[in-house]
């Protein structure tokens, strides 16, 4: 049975800093009782949420923390990110459809569509730890960064620093003047309230 989950995408930080990143994060979370300190078992190790108003208010059971080309593993009571695993900054609907538009025409593109080999071209070499892929635009033309692309449905993106919300599907994130969704994106170190966010299950 699939888990619904909301995931915060960073899709502007370079890869060299998504550790850092899910290190300082893990360790305000870890520090003011707001998670485990430790992962749970299996291939996407998350931790359990141990504030239990922020469980009541809001639905979120486990919290996921990913930097492109790392991994969790244990490190006595805690936790340690190190190199290796299997994130490749690539968060879509756990089927893998996903409809992105471009960012200057507009034009909805899907893999498999007619002229989706830029896409799927570009979804290769961000896969394989590049900073730099770009899709050319079959309505257009025009060439852009893989990361500006968005989706009208919140079911893709692509950023080298995401947090997995397990247990809901947060839909107040996407509601810009909604301010408890505000306050928790900002607890969650999304103090902009810019990070993509993406809608799928786990």
């Known amino acids: 049975m699939s888990t619904p989950t909301t995931l915060l995408v960073d899709t502007e930080l370079e890869r060299d800093d998504a550790a850092a990143a899910a290190t300082a994060l893990y360790l ?3 520090g003011d009782g707001t998670i ?8 996407e190790p998350v ?3 141990l504030d239990p108003r922020l469980i009541e208010e809001t639905g979120i059971t486990a919290i996921g923390l990913h930097a492109s080309g790392h991994r969790w593993r244990l490190e006595g009571q805690a936790a340690e990110m190190i190199d290796g695993g299997r994130e ?3 968060f879509c609907r756990y089927d893998g459809s996903f409809t992105i538009r471009c960012p200057e025409c507009l034009a909805p593109l ?3 569509d007619e002229g989706s080999d830029a896409l799927e071209e570009a979804l ?5 730890a590049s900073d730099s892929a770009f899709v050319a635009c079959p309505n257009c033309a025009a060439w852009t960064p893989l990361t500006t692309w968005r989706s009208p449905e919140h079911d893709f993106a692509v950023g080298h620093f995401a947090i997995s919300l397990h247990g809901v599907h ?4 996407t509601d810009p003047g909604n301010h408890a ?3 928790l994106r900002q607890r969650l170190g999304d103090l902009a309230s810019d990070f993509t966010v993406v809608y799928s299950s786990t």
Do not use: C, T
Request: glycine share 10%; charged share 10%.
């Open 36 to 43: 485990s300190p430790l992962p749970s078992a299996g291939l």
């Open 47 to 49: 931790f359990d949420v």
């Open 110 to 112: 899907s893999p498999g």
């Open 181 to 183: 969704a505000m306050a």
């Open 28 to 30: 305000k979370l870890a």
């Open 170 to 173: 947060l839909r107040a994130f």
């Open 88 to 90: 490749n900054g690539i």
């Open 124 to 128: 290769s070499l961000w896969a394989d």
